[in-house]
């Protein structure tokens, strides 16, 4: 059992590394010192600041709408998308479609922002909320795409065609089967999607306007001034914020789970 | 094998009569997928009231043929008449027929009832009669206390039960069943096939079921139509299938068969009976009585089922019977049947199977026993394709 | 059977089918690959079209060309002049080299560790592979600044346990380690998922198979494991090598003056001298440079879908 042992070791300073930094942060959020190596005991202080900070509270409402409006249109974009990559084989320009939902995975950010930037400009378009929005928009929806198709390649198509053969439209088949059976992946993809968006410093920068400055740019000004207890403050909430809703899913699906054996346990026990 | 040609049912052979008019035709019906030909220049008729089952190995287009009476793929050439009329282009909600599927498509977040009232929602009728049919549905498939369960609180037997009275209550013209029994095990499976039977006479209904197991084509059917690469070998009834396969093909598939390659030597006159031939098998000689359009020096190969072939240690006295003679070589115990397999001097084998009617324990015939293996002239077959 | 679904979408055109396909098509069209057309022809245009940011009067795109009617290829020459392309460009894929190779040497044991758990840890282990992913990229930079400062707690946690002195400081921040730290940290759980899958799914058989025909274990690695593991390997190199090579806020944040990497320096261009065609250029370069580790990458999503 040697390599259990070295396989533990590995995992503890592999988790370690991952947390402790952010353990920190959370922690010295509520340190009444300013100064970053001087515990100076509990205090909400921070948290209080930076409640009165108009400027950051601006910035987090303008993330919030940017965030709930582009992931729902890129969640709904991106469903469409992975509908097509799964369901068609064959039609003019899918490589050229399937390139476009991969790349912008891995597209470096500044070539994406600048690159959008200049298509707004060309199209005389003033930056500002909206251009955040479908900048936002058009890099979540690839990433919804991944997560809606992993789960439409396992989808048992016979469900369709069952629905198809009792008399059911394509289009109601789609709204009244598929998609009720695809909706965990299609909510995960929307809450992934969400916190690219409240995530994203460097596109949200090359495509924000005057009035539109989000979180993070407000946070970045900020960090590059040095580090203050009142960022790790807000950094400890939008954490709170994004734990709290992965693990209220990751609990959901466990139940789901749990429920679907416990269903299995009453079919075995009526066979006999 | 078991020999089971069905209990014994209603007179109904409409396929016999000249003026029955098909219920369902497939004419000429090609389906390629890319290269591939799934379905070859395939025609068909299948009748009203029927059980009809597509047997056959996977791949042989069987699946393919019942998609594309439902609609979810469209013949590549030729047409399908359902009731005379062409029903190409028509998309499988619009069909009169329904389908039950292999893997069930059960709707997993609906309970049985929403799951059996699916199709009547579909086409709007009032609530109350959605609600007497699905209640006439749960009690014929008796699932009565379990209508609000959903599927994956069910067993694979009420899973089976749910998706049949899914397809059935629509009435559809033709119920489509595709492997309906595969999922079940033996027992349940022998069970069923004796329910769906029963359904399909009490309702009157005409089905098409697709399995490539032949004792359950052979249980339920009127006819059956055995198929191989796209292509119909025979249609006939079970009990012309298993006695008078027209090929090798068939003869091999349904069953156990000794097949002896051979070719013809003597016909009718010189045996006197009539349609009777003499197959030369490479040094073993049998006669067959049976009309067939063989002349001499054709190939063709004699078949013969292990279980018309008597075995003995004894020199058989009758001439008039086929003899040969052999080495036991091995012995299968099946329980209600022991098989023998004979090794000829010349090292080909023939099986004989034999009733095990008394108790095993003083076996007459055992290993390395030099025996004789006879059957009548009318046992065996001439399988001149 | 692949071919049913084929042939049924060829053989039923639906107008439904085409909204499917035609809305996110032509978004993508719009705001994904029409902006790479205009920046293309942006970065052959002068610096004098380049207007200030936050000054909306640049005209549609008639007058557009009207300004950019002297197309050339002044400011890519230009970067060939100025050595501070050059090095870069040269320093971008040098540490996007060095940090993908540490993250595999950290991944890969992480990975197959994760691999090797009972099976009813795994999802949890997934989780907490996952969890740090979903909080700001951001805010996960910004903990080790605190960490990592002269004054900060890396040097405090050293001067208590007796390895340093009251005066001496750990002087990382603002280098280039500071830089690998920031950027393995960030990118350890997009190397280790695809690490993961690939090595999650592999036969257990395959390894008792091995040892039964006489094979040691760490042979029976590198002969069985490693092999059978290289797409997972590939996928993670990529999906970690691509964006490092254009990362911006982890050199800015926790690297020094002398810290060059390219995204940083298209940043200064565009923000800091307002020259557009100039940005244009470095980051149409950037993307000839990235064309290939991207069609690695998508060869390699293809063959898992």
């Given at each position: 059992m040697k390599s259990s042992r070295f396989d533990a070791t590995v995992l503890t300073l592999c988790f370690a590394f991952l947390y402790i930094p952010i353990i920190i942060l959370v922690v010295y959020s509520f340190n009444a010192s300013k100064l970053v190596t001087v515990w100076g005991g509990f205090s909400l202080q921070w948290y209080r600041t930076m409640w009165s900070n108009e400027g950051l509270m601006d910035a987090?409402?303008?993330?919030?709408?940017?965030?709930?409006?582009?992931?729902?249109?890129?969640?709904?974009?991106?469903?469409?998308?992975?509908?097509?990559?799964?369901?068609?084989?064959?039609?003019?320009?899918?490589?050229?479609?399937?390139?476009?939902?991969?790349?912008?995975?891995?597209?470096?950010?500044?070539?994406?922002?600048?690159?959008?930037?200049?298509?707004?400009?060309?199209?005389?378009?003033?930056?500002?909320?909206?251009?955040?929005?479908?900048?936002?928009?058009?890099?979540?929806?690839?990433?919804?795409?991944?997560?809606?198709?992993?789960?439409?390649?396992?989808?048992?198509?016979?469900?369709?065609?069952?629905?198809?053969?009792?008399?059911?439209?394509?289009?109601?088949?789609?709204?009244?089967?598929?998609?009720?059976?695809?909706l965990p992946a299609v909510i995960a993809g929307w809450m992934l999607a969400f916190t690219l968006s409240l995530d994203d410093l460097v596109i949200a920068s090359f495509n924000t306007g005057p009035g539109a400055t989000t979180l993070p740019i407000k946070i970045y000004s900020q960090v590059r001034l040095g580090v203050t207890p009142e960022i790790n403050a807000i950094c400890t909430i939008l954490i709170g914020f994004v734990t709290i809703g992965v693990i209220l899913a990751s609990i959901s699906t466990k139940r789901t789970e749990l429920r679907r054996i416990r269903d299995e346990h009453v079919a075995l026990r009526g066979t006999t | 094998m078991a020999k089971s040609l069905g209990p014994v049912k209603r007179k109904f052979s409409p396929w016999t009569d000249p003026s029955a008019v098909p219920f369902i035709r497939f004419e000429n019906i090609t389906k390629r997928f890319g290269d591939f030909t799934a379905v070859d220049n395939l025609t068909l008729d299948i009748y009203e009231r029927e059980f009809f089952s597509l047997l056959g190995p996977s791949g042989c287009g069987k699946t393919t043929l019942m998609r594309m009476l439902a609609g979810f793929e469209e013949p590549t050439e030729g047409r399908i008449l359902l009731q005379g009329k062409d029903i190409s282009g028509v998309p499988p909600y619009r069909r009169p027929t329904n389908m039950m599927f292999q893997s069930y498509a059960l709707f997993p977040h609906m309970t049985v009832?929403?799951?059996?009232?699916?199709?009547?929602?579909?086409?709007?009728?009032?609530?109350?009669?959605?609600?007497?049919?699905?209640?006439?549905?749960?009690?014929?498939?008796?699932?009565?206390?379990?209508?609000?369960?959903?599927?994956?609180?069910?067993?694979?037997?009420?899973?089976?039960?749910?998706?049949?009275?899914?397809?059935?209550?629509?009435?559809?013209?033709?119920?489509?069943?595709?492997?309906?029994?595969?999922?079940?095990?033996?027992?349940?499976?022998?069970?069923?096939?004796?329910?769906?039977?029963?359904?399909?006479?009490?309702?009157?209904?005409?089905?098409?079921?697709?399995?490539?197991?032949?004792e359950e084509a052979m249980t339920v059917s009127d006819r059956i139509a055995v198929m191989d690469k796209g292509v119909i070998m025979q249609v006939a009834t079970p009990a012309e299938i298993y006695e008078a396969p027209n090929s090798r093909y068939v003869a091999d598939f349904i069953g156990d068969i000794n097949i002896l390659e051979g070719t013809v030597s003597t016909t009718e006159s010189a045996l006197g009976a009539p349609g009777a031939v003499r197959i030369d098998c490479d040094g073993v000689s049998v006669a067959v009585e049976q009309e067939c359009q063989a002349v001499k020096g054709d190939r063709v190969a004699f078949a013969i089922r292990p279980e018309k072939v008597r075995i003995s240690p004894d020199q058989p006295t009758d001439t008039s019977f086929n003899a040969v003679y052999g080495e036991v070589w091995d012995i299968g115990y099946l329980g209600d049947f022991s098989v023998f397999l004979v090794k000829m001097a010349d090292g080909r084998i023939v099986r004989a199977a034999q009733a095990n009617v008394s108790r095993l324990v003083d076996r007459p015939i055992t290993f390395g026993d030099m025996v004789w293996l006879t059957w009548p002239l009318d046992a065996g077959l001439v399988l001149t394709r | 059977m692949a071919s049913v679904s084929e042939t049924q979408a060829a053989n039923t055109p639906n107008p439904a089918r085409w909204f499917v396909v035609v809305v996110p098509y032509l978004w993508l069209l719009l705001f994904f690959t029409a902006p790479f057309l205009i920046i293309f022809k942006i970065s052959l245009s002068d610096t004098a079209i380049a207007m200030p940011p936050y000054t909306p009067v640049f005209p549609g795109f008639g007058a557009i060309s009207g300004y950019i009617s002297k197309l050339d290829f002044e400011n890519y020459l230009f970067l060939t002049e100025d050595p501070l392309y050059i090095k870069s460009y040269l320093s971008s894929l040098r540490?996007?080299?060095?940090?993908?190779?540490?993250?595999?040497?950290?991944?890969?044991?992480?990975?197959?560790?994760?691999?090797?758990?009972?099976?009813?840890?795994?999802?949890?282990?997934?989780?907490?592979?996952?969890?740090?992913?979903?909080?700001?990229?951001?805010?996960?930079?910004?903990?080790?600044?605190?960490?990592?400062?002269?004054?900060?707690?890396?040097?405090?946690?050293?001067?208590?346990?007796?390895l340093m002195g009251p005066n001496e400081q750990v002087l990382i921040f603002r280098t280039d380690i500071a830089v690998f730290i920031g950027i393995v940290y960030s990118y350890l759980p997009f190397m280790v998922l695809p690490l993961y899958s690939a090595l999650e799914k592999m036969d257990n058989t395959l390894l008792e198979a091995a040892s039964d025909l006489g094979c040691p274990p760490w042979k029976a690695f590198w002969k069985i494991t490693f092999p059978l593991s290289l797409p997972g390997v590939i996928a993670g190199s990529m999906i970690c090598f691509i964006p490092i090579t254009g990362e911006f806020v982890i050199p800015d944040l926790l690297g020094g003056a002398d810290t060059l990497m390219i995204g940083k320096t298209l940043w200064t261009e565009f923000f800091g001298n307002r020259d557009w065609p100039l940005a244009s250029a470095v980051a149409v370069v950037l993307l000839i440079m990235l064309v290939v580790p991207i069609m690695i990458f998508q060869n390699q999503q293809k063959k898992v879908v």
């Amino acid at each position: 059992m040697k390599s259990s042992r070295f396989d533990a070791t590995v995992l503890t300073l592999c988790f370690a590394f991952l947390y402790i930094p952010i353990i920190i942060l959370v922690v010295y959020s509520f340190n009444a010192s300013k100064l970053v190596t001087v515990w100076g005991g509990f205090s909400l202080q921070w948290y209080r600041t930076m409640w009165s900070n108009e400027g950051l509270m601006d910035a987090a409402w303008v993330t919030a709408r940017v965030g709930v409006l582009s992931a729902t249109l890129g969640t709904v974009l991106g469903t469409l998308a992975a509908l097509s990559l799964v369901r068609f084989q064959k039609f003019p320009g899918r490589m050229l479609f399937s390139g476009m939902i991969y790349a912008p995975l891995v597209m470096p950010e500044v070539i994406t922002g600048l690159s959008m930037l200049l298509l707004f400009v060309a199209l005389n378009i003033d930056r500002g909320f909206w251009t955040v929005t479908i900048a936002h928009t058009t890099f979540t929806m690839c990433y919804v795409a991944i997560v809606v198709q992993s789960r439409l390649m396992t989808f048992d198509r016979s469900l369709e065609e069952a629905a198809l053969d009792l008399g059911c439209p394509p289009v109601r088949t789609f709204f009244k089967i598929t998609l009720p059976l695809i909706l965990p992946a299609v909510i995960a993809g929307w809450m992934l999607a969400f916190t690219l968006s409240l995530d994203d410093l460097v596109i949200a920068s090359f495509n924000t306007g005057p009035g539109a400055t989000t979180l993070p740019i407000k946070i970045y000004s900020q960090v590059r001034l040095g580090v203050t207890p009142e960022i790790n403050a807000i950094c400890t909430i939008l954490i709170g914020f994004v734990t709290i809703g992965v693990i209220l899913a990751s609990i959901s699906t466990k139940r789901t789970e749990l429920r679907r054996i416990r269903d299995e346990h009453v079919a075995l026990r009526g066979t006999t | 094998m078991a020999k089971s040609l069905g209990p014994v049912k209603r007179k109904f052979s409409p396929w016999t009569d000249p003026s029955a008019v098909p219920f369902i035709r497939f004419e000429n019906i090609t389906k390629r997928f890319g290269d591939f030909t799934a379905v070859d220049n395939l025609t068909l008729d299948i009748y009203e009231r029927e059980f009809f089952s597509l047997l056959g190995p996977s791949g042989c287009g069987k699946t393919t043929l019942m998609r594309m009476l439902a609609g979810f793929e469209e013949p590549t050439e030729g047409r399908i008449l359902l009731q005379g009329k062409d029903i190409s282009g028509v998309p499988p909600y619009r069909r009169p027929t329904n389908m039950m599927f292999q893997s069930y498509a059960l709707f997993p977040h609906m309970t049985v009832e929403k799951n059996i009232a699916f199709g009547l929602e579909q086409d709007n009728l009032p609530k109350g009669e959605i609600a007497a049919r699905v209640e006439e549905m749960l009690k014929l498939v008796k699932l009565e206390p379990f209508a609000r369960r959903k599927p994956n609180q069910l067993s694979g037997g009420q899973r089976q039960r749910v998706a049949l009275a899914r397809s059935l209550a629509k009435r559809p013209k033709v119920l489509l069943l595709d492997e309906p029994l595969g999922a079940l095990d033996k027992k349940l499976r022998e069970e069923t096939q004796f329910e769906l039977m029963d359904i399909q006479t009490n309702l009157g209904l005409t089905f098409l079921i697709v399995t490539h197991d032949q004792e359950e084509a052979m249980t339920v059917s009127d006819r059956i139509a055995v198929m191989d690469k796209g292509v119909i070998m025979q249609v006939a009834t079970p009990a012309e299938i298993y006695e008078a396969p027209n090929s090798r093909y068939v003869a091999d598939f349904i069953g156990d068969i000794n097949i002896l390659e051979g070719t013809v030597s003597t016909t009718e006159s010189a045996l006197g009976a009539p349609g009777a031939v003499r197959i030369d098998c490479d040094g073993v000689s049998v006669a067959v009585e049976q009309e067939c359009q063989a002349v001499k020096g054709d190939r063709v190969a004699f078949a013969i089922r292990p279980e018309k072939v008597r075995i003995s240690p004894d020199q058989p006295t009758d001439t008039s019977f086929n003899a040969v003679y052999g080495e036991v070589w091995d012995i299968g115990y099946l329980g209600d049947f022991s098989v023998f397999l004979v090794k000829m001097a010349d090292g080909r084998i023939v099986r004989a199977a034999q009733a095990n009617v008394s108790r095993l324990v003083d076996r007459p015939i055992t290993f390395g026993d030099m025996v004789w293996l006879t059957w009548p002239l009318d046992a065996g077959l001439v399988l001149t394709r | 059977m692949a071919s049913v679904s084929e042939t049924q979408a060829a053989n039923t055109p639906n107008p439904a089918r085409w909204f499917v396909v035609v809305v996110p098509y032509l978004w993508l069209l719009l705001f994904f690959t029409a902006p790479f057309l205009i920046i293309f022809k942006i970065s052959l245009s002068d610096t004098a079209i380049a207007m200030p940011p936050y000054t909306p009067v640049f005209p549609g795109f008639g007058a557009i060309s009207g300004y950019i009617s002297k197309l050339d290829f002044e400011n890519y020459l230009f970067l060939t002049e100025d050595p501070l392309y050059i090095k870069s460009y040269l320093s971008s894929l040098r540490i996007a080299v060095i940090s993908t190779f540490l993250l595999l040497l950290i991944g890969y044991p992480m990975a197959l560790a994760m691999a090797r758990a009972p099976i009813t840890l795994r999802p949890t282990l997934v989780m907490l592979v996952i969890l740090p992913f979903w909080t700001s990229f951001l805010i996960r930079v910004y903990a080790w600044i605190g960490i990592l400062k002269p004054d900060g707690l890396l040097t405090l946690l050293l001067q208590t346990i007796g390895l340093m002195g009251p005066n001496e400081q750990v002087l990382i921040f603002r280098t280039d380690i500071a830089v690998f730290i920031g950027i393995v940290y960030s990118y350890l759980p997009f190397m280790v998922l695809p690490l993961y899958s690939a090595l999650e799914k592999m036969d257990n058989t395959l390894l008792e198979a091995a040892s039964d025909l006489g094979c040691p274990p760490w042979k029976a690695f590198w002969k069985i494991t490693f092999p059978l593991s290289l797409p997972g390997v590939i996928a993670g190199s990529m999906i970690c090598f691509i964006p490092i090579t254009g990362e911006f806020v982890i050199p800015d944040l926790l690297g020094g003056a002398d810290t060059l990497m390219i995204g940083k320096t298209l940043w200064t261009e565009f923000f800091g001298n307002r020259d557009w065609p100039l940005a244009s250029a470095v980051a149409v370069v950037l993307l000839i440079m990235l064309v290939v580790p991207i069609m690695i990458f998508q060869n390699q999503q293809k063959k898992v879908v």
